[in-house]
């Protein structure tokens, strides 16, 4: 198959019943084809039909339910090639040297298509004066009513086929009264008019929910009958069937009847494939929909291969993207460390030992040899089915099966019967492929092969081999983690890309051509791409010339054979396949950074240019040597920076040439500074943050240095404009080198906080500023970096500052593995994503090796920094401030600055985290991605699993953003105390209400840390934690997912609800639990890498099968699967974000500068424009939350607690924000945009006001003011004291939870007074 299977799961075979007969919906007599239509329509002067009773057509996407983006390319009518301009055009036969890359037609096709066997490829060219050509012309422009249809054997038709329908509705609004009618099934009917003033906000959009996409099977005669009745009963000029390439076939074999049996119906076909299958040079360079899928899975793609590094694990990424030819093009745009695809591997007669070995070596030789330990490996959704053991394997089943059924019963007897390699081979395929070869037919008659999760198998394969050679004392690695990730349904409803978008609207536009011209059994197609839109040439190739005779497997088939689709060929002798065999081998050892980043529809990608384009399509028109040149043949091997840690690690240096168009063009952004930074300024005490704790006592006990040195301040930088042009208007004395005057009236205390917008004039020697990254990776730290070098280098300055960079996080910093960042080094980086540069460490190797302070102090001195500036968010932080206090208790002359950055958003006080404003953009064009599908298809729910820890704040970003139908919030959880069940419940409620109104289709989002804050979990993980610690049996058998001894030693509870975990994500937890326990210290599970999505679907799938039983729930229900856990961390950063890490970076060097030290730089008032921003620093001390009051010579260990803002601050748990579950319209948010109009979007939760805090503010100012007047002059002594005693106990609280208590509980006490 051409497209992709939805790897769908149904819950039972009753359901499956149920969801069938519901799905085929009323049937239709056979005389009433196409609902109440009568055999002969009549119209009237205006072209409509008379004496109708259509059902009435609700378009299931509303115009006001559209995101910003939507709307916007709603109004972007795409460009018209120049020959498709013309009032009246006509077909030519195209020369005969034209015709050299079209195939003959084979003679078994000729006799079976007869009626259509004699067309001949042709262009469409303007008319000329006088008769017609003998290709035809277009007549008199009179009314035309065209039938148009999609299908396809996927869940939802390619990206861009939207575009095709209003293209031909474009077309025939040329031929006065012309009608287009959208055909919902071919054999059954259920027909509707489609109106262009109604659907106009389809255009460029993604989906196929416009014209739902059926399953075209095997025609008989009777549906072809059928066809031929409906088209008669419309009284059809022509149909246009959008179809992929599978389906051409029976589309050829409508046209043949109509032709055979005299039906005035002109059939064409629109071709659009995911895959790409189908390519002719000269007539199809490309499919529709090729590629926008190939660049929604190479942006997702090229996130992972610029995903986070291990201080002590080798991280290998098993990315499956789909077909070989989409694969291969993917692997073209990220430079993968390997990549296998299914012919490639047939026709170099791979085994998959061999494989497995191949993988292994280059594993081994990165770690030992080059320092490198992460890559990624690609693997086509064909790999399996084209391994040299496969296809003798299922022979000899086969064989074995027909002469020997009685024996073969049973795997265990098949590989006792087996040869000793096909054995071999046998039993490391997965058990579903192994069940169903032993017991299952396919419909090539040999056992069936079932189509798996390749890249799952493969990676896990690979890590069995590795554990297998460190046992034999072969060269190996000691930790190895593989993920898996599926990318296939990213590739379905992506939003379609500028070029899709031209080239489905000028599709319709040549089917319209067509169906004028009388052209029947014709693909519209376009050819000479490589030229701006307007310079394309509009043509027609025959059906047949794209099909092949396949002959039959079977001797005793009558027919010899079937027609099937001419795949493209993916040869040694193709000059794509050559361009990717010259270069992939360079790729093995060295790290990809290759980014082709996110779709624009605004910049110089919106016009498609050539060197933005798909590898697939320019391999057609260019060179393969010059291709190559552009991906790196021949190139100098890349520099590196060692990291001789316990384990050596080498930073591969960037090379320009090696960038995509998007990198190189986001190079060029400068990001803005605030207008508080670009002025005069100066630094000022700021108290309105407050603190997290709420004893100042406790405070100064922990940090006492910070406190003895006046480095508990809370700063802002304010503008000091109006001072200097009075000062400009002064008589001066201007000597070179003069310090910046300070009043003179200023406290003593205040003067060295008071400089204006020159502190870089005043500093006499080279300021050195370091940067490490101790937490985990995210958006924008390469701006943080830019901000610091732009304020180090000013103009103002006398000696150029450096910027010194700590290698590989924590580990670096122990160590002293530094270097200074030069111009030619950081520029590869500029605005890009990923933290390959400097590399990164965990915030959980801060428990192992962050705690010798003195060797970061070391380290410090050694360097001669002026300043360190920490990346991390809350867990990283906490250990900064103590690093802070070490320094100025150790007088080490380095100031600590802490950058805010966090993906979660959760660092209390702080309005947004750097990075958050990317991966909330990032997760939600993917999760828009996933709703299209799920509503195109109408019959699909899908689970997702996003990051999310604390008050879930991505989750609930992304869910403002696209309004899925169910958010399973860990803050609501702990709110309602709900309990597993009741959150399957609450799930199967939505499913069930959605299905009586005959939307069987949904969302649901899952932050992957919800299963730690559900009770029964937290119960089973403390019980399985004991049993791992207390029997050792149980923890050998991990390896082999032996789970009998665990489960027999669980309370009978836990056990149940272990045992209904799917097998995968039992191992899963199992392995999470044990690294848990064997790492000291660690607090709280890390389920990142659990797969709760499954668990939840697994639970779903359950509860809805017992309603089935029950009869209160009839179905249908489809669902898949999805995670994101590592899409976002890489992601190129959104303009938000490069000027928000950049002012970080800017104010940073301006704290250090001033000698300021313990600070987290903050800025605030960000949903306003970036001149508005406010700038400051708020002190570690005041994120920190102290709870316990240790005994006398204990430490204190301080910890920085989530923020809640989403119920406190926003009111998220009102739920004003979006309608009820089942009123809900899923919304595409698309890709984060660089420029255009959309370019400036901020997040939803930036933007809503802050109804709860404003309101518990109002409320404390209301009672405060009721205090005081209650405490006035002349009020009874027992008053007063009263009041005395209350204030002295709310103020002695030593907790903030008692703070919070009165905050949120409306003060009782108050209320009582």
């Known amino acids: 198959s051409d497209v992709e299977s939805v790897s769908a799961s149904r819950f039972s075979k009753s359901a499956m019943v149920v969801g ?258 189908v390519q002719i040079p000269g007539w199809i360079p490309t499919n529709l929909g090729f590629d926008s899928a190939s660049c929604v899975l190479s942006e997702a793609a090229g996130n992972i291969a610029l995903s986070r590094e291990s201080l002590d694990k080798d991280i290998y990424h098993f990315v499956a993207c789909g077909s070989s030819p989409l694969t291969l093009e993917v692997a073209m745009q990220i430079h993968p460390t390997l990549c296998f695809i299914g012919v490639d591997v047939a026709q170099r007669g791979l085994k998959l030992q061999e494989i497995i070995d191949e993988i292994c070596d280059v594993i081994v030789d990165r770690h030992h040899k080059f320092g490198l330990h992460s890559g990624v490996i690609m693997v086509s959704d064909d790999f399996f089915e084209n391994l040299v053991e496969m296809d003798d394997l299922r022979k000899e089943i086969h064989r074995l099966r027909s002469e020997k059924p009685a024996e073969v019963r049973s795997e265990e007897q098949a590989i006792q019967m087996l040869s000793s390699d096909l054995a071999d081979f046998f039993q490391m395929l997965p058990p579903d492929m192994r069940n169903a070869l032993v017991f299952r037919n396919g419909i090539d008659g040999l056992p069936a092969l079932v189509r798996k999760e390749a890249e799952r198998e493969l990676g896990s394969l690979v890590a069995q081999s590795l554990v297998l050679r460190r046992k034999k004392g072969q060269a190996s690695i000691t930790d190895f983690l593989q993920q898996a990730h599926s990318l296939r349904h990213l590739a379905w409803s992506a939003m379609p890309t500028p070029l899709d978008c031209s080239l489905g609207y000028a599709l319709g536009h040549v089917a319209g051509v067509l169906v004028t011209c009388g052209a029947n059994g014709y693909v519209a197609s376009v050819d000479g791409m490589n030229e701006a839109t307007s310079r394309w040439k509009p043509c027609a190739v025959p059906m047949l010339r794209l099909l092949e005779w396949r002959p039959s497997a079977d001797p005793r088939d009558p027919s010899g054979g079937a027609p099937a689709v001419k795949r493209r060929q993916l040869t040694p002798e193709t000059k794509f396949c050559s361009l990717w065999r010259g270069v992939r081998d360079q790729w093995r050892y060295q790290h990809s950074f290759r980014q082709p980043g996110p779709v624009q529809y605004w910049g110089p990608g919106a016009d498609s240019p050539l060197a933005w384009k798909s590898y697939t399509l320019r391999a057609v028109y260019t060179e393969v040597d010059e291709l190559a040149r552009e991906a790196g043949q021949n190139m100098p091997e890349p520099s590196y920076f060692g990291v001789p840690l316990r384990r050596p690690s080498k930073l591969c240096r960037r090379r320009e040439a090696l960038l995509s168009p998007l990198q190189r063009w986001r190079q060029s952004y400068q990001p803005v500074l605030p207008k508080v930074l670009r002025g005069g300024f100066r630094i000022v005490e700021d108290h309105r943050k407050g603190c997290m704790t709420a004893d100042p006592d406790l405070i100064n006990r922990v940090f006492p240095s910070l406190c003895r040195t006046e480095n508990l301040k809370a700063l802002k930088i304010i503008s000091v404009l109006e001072e200097q042009s009075v000062l400009e208007m002064l008589p001066a004395l201007p000597v070179a080198g003069d310090s910046p005057a300070v009043d003179e009236s200023t406290p003593a205390g205040d003067a060295e906080m008071r400089r204006s917008s020159s502190p870089a004039s005043a500093s006499k020697k080279a300021m050195r500023i370091g940067i490490a990254i101790l937490g985990k990776p995210g958006p924008g730290v390469n701006n943080v970096i830019h901000g610091m070098m732009d304020y180090l280098n000013l103009p103002e300055r006398h000696i150029p500052g450096t910027v010194v960079c700590v290698a590989m996080g924590i580990g670096g910093l122990r160590a002293g593995h530094t270097f200074e960042l030069d111009e030619k080094t950081f520029s590869p980086h500029r605005n890009q994503g990923g933290c390959d540069l400097i590399g990164q460490s965990e915030p959980s190797d801060l428990r192992t090796l962050g705690e010798d302070l003195s060797l970061c102090a070391g380290t410090a001195i050694e360097q001669n920094l002026d300043g360190l500036v920490i990346w991390g968010g809350r867990n990283v932080h906490a250990w900064t401030s103590r690093l802070a206090e070490y320094f100025v208790e150790h007088q080490v002359p380095t100031r600590v600055l802490a950058v805010p950055a966090s993906t979660q958003s959760d660092l209390p006080l702080v309005e947004q985290t750097l990075g958050y404003d990317t991966v909330c953009k990032h997760y939600a064009s993917i999760v828009g991605n996933l709703t299209t599908q799920a509503a ?378």
């Open 20 to 277: 069938m007969l519901n799905a085929l919906g009323p049937r239709h007599p056979i005389g009433a084809i196409g609902g109440s239509c009568s055999p002969a329509i009549s119209m009237d002067r205006q072209g409509s039909p008379l004496g109708l009773d259509l059902p009435e057509r609700t378009f299931p996407r509303k115009p006001d339910c559209m995101s910003a983006l939507e709307e916007h390319r709603a109004h972007a009518v795409p460009e018209l090639p120049e020959a498709l301009r013309h009032p009246q055009l006509r077909l030519e036969a195209a020369p005969a040297t034209a015709n050299d890359e079209v195939a003959p037609v084979p003679e078994p096709l000729r006799k079976l298509f007869e009626g259509i066997s004699g067309c001949v490829p042709q262009l469409v060219v303007p008319s000329l004066v006088g008769p017609p050509s003998s290709g035809g012309g277009t007549p008199a422009a009179e009314p035309l009513r065209v039938g148009i249809a999609s299908a396809s054997n996927g869940a939802a038709a390619a990206s861009g086929t939207h575009n095709v329908i209003i293209g031909l509705g474009r077309f025939l609004e040329r031929h006065a009264g012309s009608l287009l009618w959208g055909i919902r099934n071919l054999t059954k009917g259920n027909e509707f008019l489609i109106d262009l003033a109604e659907c106009k906000h389809y255009l460029n959009q993604a989906g196929s929910d416009l014209l739902p996409t059926v399953l075209l099977v095997k025609l008989t005669d009777r549906m072809l009958g059928h066809i031929a009745k409906l088209c008669e009963n419309l009284s059809l000029h022509g149909l246009v069937i959008l179809c992929g390439p599978s389906e051409l076939s029976e589309v050829a074999r409508i046209s043949q009847h109509f032709a055979k049996t005299g039906v005035n119906t002109v059939v064409v076909a629109v071709v659009h494939s995911l895959s790409g299958w």
């Open 936 to 1313: 195109s298809a109408g019959k699909l729910w899908c689970f997702i699993r996003i990051p999310g820890r604390s008050m879930s704040h991505i989750a609930a970003e992304v869910a403002l953003q696209t309004h899925p139908h169910v958010v399973l919030m860990v803050s609501e959880l702990e709110q309602q105390n709900m309990n597993i069940t009741e959150v399957t419940q609450l799930i199967c409620n939505v499913i069930e209400t959605r299905a009586r109104e005959d939307k069987n289709y949904g969302m649901v989002l899952i932050p992957d840390q919800f299963l730690a804050s559900v009770r029964e979990m937290r119960r089973l993980f403390e019980e399985i934690d004991e049993i791992l610690q207390a029997v050792p049996e149980a923890e050998h058998a991990l390896a082999s997912n032996d789970f009998g001894t665990i489960l027999g030693l669980l309370p009978p509870l836990s056990r149940a609800l272990f045992q209904g975990f799917p097998e995968r994500t039992k191992a899963q937890i199992l392995q999470v639990i044990d690294e848990r326990g064997s790492q000291k210290g660690k607090e709280t599970l890390d389920l990142s890498t659990v797969e709760t999505e499954i668990i939840f679907q697994s639970f779903v799938e359950a509860e809805l099968t017992r309603r089935v039983v029950l009869g209160t729930y009839k179905g249908p229900f489809q669902a898949i699967s999805y995670s994101l856990p590592y899409h976002g961390r890489a992601a190129m950063p959104t303009n938000f974000d490069c000027d928000l890490g950049y002012t970080i970076g800017y104010a940073a060097g301006i704290f250090v500068d001033a000698s300021r030290t313990g600070l987290l730089v903050d800025v605030c008032h960000l949903k306003e424009d970036v001149e508005d921003w406010e700038v400051g620093g708020t002190p570690l001390s005041s994120l920190l939350t102290l709870q316990d009051v240790p005994r006398s010579g204990e430490k204190i260990h301080p910890k920085i607690g989530p923020k809640g803002r989403l119920r406190y601050d926003i009111g998220v748990d009102e739920g004003r924000c979006m309608p009820e579950p089942s009123q809900r319209t899923l919304v595409s948010p698309g890709p984060a945009q660089f420029e255009g109009p959309c370019a400036g979007q901020k997040t939803q939760t930036l933007r809503l006001p802050q109804l709860q805090r404003v309101r518990q503010m109002e409320r404390t100012e209301r009672l405060v003011s009721e205090l005081k007047a209650k405490a006035s002059a002349g009020c009874p002594p027992e008053v007063l004291q009263a009041i005395k005693q209350l204030l002295q106990e709310t103020l002695s609280s030593s907790t903030h939870h008692c703070l919070h208590y009165h905050l949120k509980g409306g003060t009782d006490l108050l209320r009582q007074l």
